[in-house]
């Protein structure tokens, strides 16, 4: 695993799929696939290399996902159901921290998300 602390707007997200958010004690984990790096990124090599790993998010104070869910395949869908929002978490007495936005494929339920997470800081864990 290698760890990277930072580089967030180093990141691309729109081909990626997210996993279930994992909360754990003041962090929230997301598992990500095909996410890429963008040039400045100390994991950008160059090459198209899509990441295997986890988001993590330090002293989360708010995770608030829009999901559109796909209606049949994601890759050739027959249409979208009705936009919702989940609030994973909104501590609104503590609204201090860095806001970041991020969006991709949520895998369960298969939706599209476009993601809002405060949070006083963020890792990447690289597989």
């Known amino acids: 695993m290698q760890r990277v602390i930072g580089y967030f707007d180093e990141l691309h997200f729109a081909e990626s799929n997210l996993g279930t958010?994992?909360?754990e004690v003041g962090s929230m984990k997301i598992p990500v696939t095909g996410l890429l790096t963008l040039r400045g990124h100390p994991?950008?090599?160059?090459?198209?290399?899509?990441?295997?790993g986890k988001?993590?998010?330090i002293g989360v104070t708010k995770s608030v996902r829009k999901l559109t869910e796909y209606i049949g395949d994601p890759k050739q869908p027959q249409?979208?159901?009705?936009e919702r929002i989940v609030a994973d978490l909104d501590v609104q007495a503590?609204?201090?921290g860095k806001r970041f936005l991020l969006e991709g494929i949520l895998q369960e339920p298969v939706a599209?998300?476009?993601?809002?997470v405060v949070a006083a800081g963020f890792e990447f864990h690289a597989d």
């Open 43 to 52: 994991l950008n090599d160059g090459t198209f290399r899509p990441l295997t």
């Open 55 to 57: 988001l993590v998010f």
């Open 21 to 23: 958010p994992i909360f």
């Open 112 to 116: 599209w998300v476009d993601w809002e």
């Open 79 to 82: 249409g979208f159901k009705d």
């Open 94 to 96: 503590q609204p201090e």
